[in-house]
């Protein structure tokens, strides 16, 4: 009988070692599928992983769609750290953007410099107040908070799906499920003219210095680190274990629904029911493949946000079924805790006593 064992030592180089295992792994997997399919894996591999970088609309579009994967899987990574699962973000996301967007239509067609700030203060807050749902939950009555936060995520979906066919519907869009186009002062400003390149990539960089800062400066750092390796010892702390349960899920919705307001006033620029594409649930990937390190996952950000740019270039181009990013994605997050708990633990031979 094979058992595992946890390592008395534990290599430091794995920190670096076990993405890159799991990146190698995730491209033998696909180079074998695109053979089995029928399709040439040396071009298909370039077309997602090389060709984006070659061209600048392929690197602007790089930064729109690793902004909002960067921001929630820095919230997320606090949660994770400590010990607490936060798998709404897709949720938050959603109803921050609902949140922000409806603050910016309220104040259609009014222009100024407050309407973004004021859009980001209430997106944040509508984030924050959906994550307190399974955080309750879990501090009252000891319930799972990842089962209360992946159900809110479908409530989060239909709830904007109805605001958008109903009240936040654009009177003058023909009866489609759209809101009106922000205005300018409701649309985020562009880096790079003549891109979709938005500041909200800026932002993202930004969040990820002062998360390393609290991380490894502040003893807020310490209280995350204890809390995940043991919550008896955060009570020794001065800490309550509910403290750290409704502080992972303040910081992963504040942070969620940032990035659902930065998403719809910068590349969609209204109020859609397509705005939920799966980030959430991406940057849990992005999170692990980082290492739960704020500049870890700036890198992992901007990997899986390639393998969207590449899939969707390759399902043109080459015929691939929709599914091959999230496949990839799917592949790669197996690869990863596979890498991670061979790095962590080794496997024995138990050998099994007869029955005498």
């Known amino acids: 009988m094979f058992t595992l ?29 695109f053979l089995l399919i029928g399709k040439n894996p040396v071009l ?76 980001f203060f209430i997106a944040i807050i509508g984030g924050i107040l959906w994550g307190m749902i399974p955080a309750f939950f879990k501090a009252r009555f000891n319930t799972n908070e990842i089962l209360v936060s992946l159900m809110l995520t479908y409530v989060a979906i239909f709830f904007l799906s109805g605001m958008v066919y109903g009240p936040l519907k654009n009177p003058e869009g023909f009866n489609f499920p759209e809101s009106r186009l922000f205005h300018d002062s409701g649309t985020l400003p562009i880096i790079f003219p003549g891109t979709r390149a938005h500041i909200g990539f800026l932002i993202a960089l930004i969040l990820a210095g002062l998360m390393y800062y609290l991380l490894k400066r502040h003893k807020f750092g310490f209280h995350v680190k204890v809390s995940g390796e043991s919550s008896r010892a955060l009570v020794f702390s001065g800490k309550s274990t509910n403290y750290m349960v409704y502080l992972s899920f303040i910081i992963s919705g504040a942070f ?3 990035a659902g307001v930065i998403e719809v006033s910068g590349p969609v620029g209204q109020l859609v029911p397509a705005i939920p594409v799966g980030y959430g649930f991406t940057a849990i990937i992005v999170a692990f493949l980082g290492r739960l390190n704020p500049l870890g996952i700036c890198f992992a950000g901007l990997l899986l946000a390639l393998t969207y740019i590449g899939g969707e270039a390759a399902q043109i181009r080459l015929g691939l079924p929709n599914a091959i990013t999230g496949v990839f994605q799917g592949v790669l997050l197996f690869s990863l805790l596979a890498a991670e708990a061979f790095t962590n633990y080794e496997v024995s031979l138990k050998k099994m006593r007869g029955n005498s």
């Open 5 to 33: 064992q946890k390592k008395e030592t534990i290599d430091q180089s794995s920190l670096y070692t076990v993405p890159l295992i799991a990146i190698g792994c995730s491209l033998i997997f696909v180079f074998i599928l």
């Open 44 to 119: 298909a591999i370039f077309i997602i992983f090389i060709e984006p970088l070659l061209s600048v609309f392929g690197l602007s579009e790089l930064i729109v769609k690793a902004t909002p994967l960067i921001i929630i899987a820095l919230g997320l990574s606090i949660g994770f750290r400590a010990g607490v699962w936060n798998i709404g973000a897709e949720g938050q996301f959603t109803i921050g953007a609902l949140f922000g967007g409806a603050a910016i239509l309220a104040f259609y067609p009014t222009s100024g410099i407050w309407i973004l700030p004021l859009s």
């Open 256 to 258: 969620a629904g940032l």
